[in-house]
C-alpha cells in the first residue's frame, strides 16, 4: 500500500447528482480504499482512471481534514447554510490505517464541538464502534445515522466480491453493537449480491432502515460503470447471471417487505436518504 500525508484544500464538497437528493456536502477523510472491492464504482472516476496505480495499492491521508471542516462550518453557518453530510462517497472512513491515523476521529470530534445538521456515516469497517463514544455525544446535538454496507449474508459471496473488506459477521456484529447503543442504524444492501432466504432474519432487530441499490441503478452511469468493471462476465463464470438484472432492486425489495414495514425500506437515490 502506497500511503501519503496531504494537505486538503478542502474537506467539504458540495453534493451533487446521487447525493443531491438528501445532502448538502460529502466528505471524505481518505482519497483511495485499501477495501478495493471490484465492483466499486470509483474504479471509474478520474480520481482512478488517470491515476497510474492500481485501485486499493494506494491510499492519501488528509491530515489537515479536521481543521478544514472546522473553518468550512464556521463559513457555512455565517451564511446560514445548512450542514447535512454524507462520509464518505468515495472511500471509507474507516480504513485500516485509520487505527492509528485517527483522521476520522478526529473529525468526530470536531463536529461534537460544531455539528453538523445532519451526519451520515457510511462504512464497511467494525471499527466505527470504537469511535461510538463520540458518535453517542454526536447523537445529542445532530441527527446521526451509522449505515453498514452488508452486501450479502454470504461469506464466499463476499470473499469473491470484495476479499480484502471485513467478513460480514464482523460487520453484523458491530452493527448490532451500534444499534444496542442506542444509535439510528441503517443496513446497506449496496450492491445487491447474491443472500440467502435468511438475510432479512438477520436484520431484523439490528437496524432502523434498509438501504437497497444496485450494479446497474447505483452506480452513477446506469450500470455502464459496472459493465466496464466486468461484472457481468464476473456474474456469469460464476453462475450468478440471474442475479445481475435490472430490476433485482424490485425483487428484493419486495424479498425484503415480508419481514420490514414499508417505511423502514429506502431504494435507490430516490428513497435513499432520510428526510429530516
Known amino acids: 500500500m502506497e500511503t501519503n500525508q496531504i494537505q486538503a484544500k478542502k474537506i467539504l464538497t458540495e453534493a451533487k447528482g446521487y447525493l443531491d437528493s438528501g445532502f448538502t456536502h460529502s466528505l471524505n477523510p481518505y482519497s483511495g480504499c485499501a477495501f478495493a472491492c471490484l465492483y466499486c464504482y470509483v474504479r471509474e472516476m478520474p480520481i482512478q482512471r488517470f491515476k497510474g496505480t492500481p485501485w486499493g495499492d494506494w491510499l492519501d491521508l488528509k491530515i489537515n ?28 472512513p474507516y480504513q485500516p ?6 483522521i476520522t476521529r ?20 467494525p471499527l466505527v464502534t470504537r ?10 446535538k445532530c441527527h446521526v ?35 444496542e447503543a442506542g444509535i ?12 440467502t432466504p435468511d438475510f432479512p432474519k438477520l436484520l431484523e432487530g439490528v437496524v432502523d432502515h434498509i438501504w437497497i441499490d444496485t450494479l446497474s441503478i447505483g452506480d452513477g452511469s446506469m450500470g455502464k460503470r459496472s459493465e466496464r468493471l466486468g461484472m457481468p462476465k464476473l456474474f456469469e463464470e460464476n453462475g450468478l447471471s440471474r442475479w445481475y438484472c435490472h430490476d433485482i432492486h424490485v425483487r428484493v425489495e419486495k424479498y425484503f417487505l415480508k419481514y420490514f414495514p414499508r417505511d423502514k425500506i429506502r431504494v435507490s437515490k430516490q428513497e435513499a436518504f432520510p428526510k429530516l
Do not use: C, W
Open 65 to 92: 481534514a479536521a481543521e478544514n471542516y472546522r473553518n468550512e462550518v464556521l463559513k457555512l453557518r455565517k451564511k446560514n447554510k445548512p450542514v447535512n453530510i454524507f462520509m464518505s462517497s468515495a472511500t471509507d
Open 145 to 179: 445515522l451509522v449505515s453498514m454496507t452488508i452486501e450479502t449474508d454470504r461469506e464466499d459471496i463476499k470473499q469473491l466480491f470484495a476479499p480484502y473488506a471485513p467478513g460480514i459477521k464482523l460487520r453484523m456484529k458491530a452493527l448490532k453493537e451500534i444499534h
Open 184 to 195: 439510528p442504524t441503517q443496513a446497506s444492501i449496496s450492491p445487491v449480491l447474491p443472500f
Open 131 to 140: 469511535d461510538l463514544d463520540l458518535i453517542t455525544e454526536l447523537k445529542e
Open 106 to 125: 478526529s473529525l468526530l470530534e470536531e463536529m461534537a464541538e460544531d455539528p453538523p445538521d445532519f451526519l451520515q456515516i457510511q462504512t464497511r469497517s
Open 97 to 102: 490505517i485509520e487505527r492509528k491515523a485517527n
